[in-house]
């Protein structure tokens, strides 16, 4: 079977329905992707702001 490739635009309009309140499970339905899948996305996300948060000068 043939994977879904999603942009990285694509994602994170995902990850910002996710944040905006849309629960998992809705968005894991609506765009055909694994809960799982966007759990790692989020948690990815949250890494890569984090330690973006830590290195900006002033912050």
């Known amino acids: 079977m043939k994977r879904k490739r999603y942009t990285e635009q694509q994602i994170l309009e ?3 329905q996710l944040e905006a309140g849309t629960p998992i499970s809705d968005l894991s339905r609506l ?3 694994a809960i799982t899948t ?3 996305h989020m948690t990815l996300c949250l890494l890569y702001r984090t330690s973006w948060l830590q290195a ?4």
Not at 56 to 59: D, L
């Open 31 to 33: 765009h055909e992707v």
């Open 14 to 16: 995902i990850l910002g």
């Open 56 to 59: 900006a000068p002033g912050a």
């Open 38 to 40: 966007i759990s790692q």
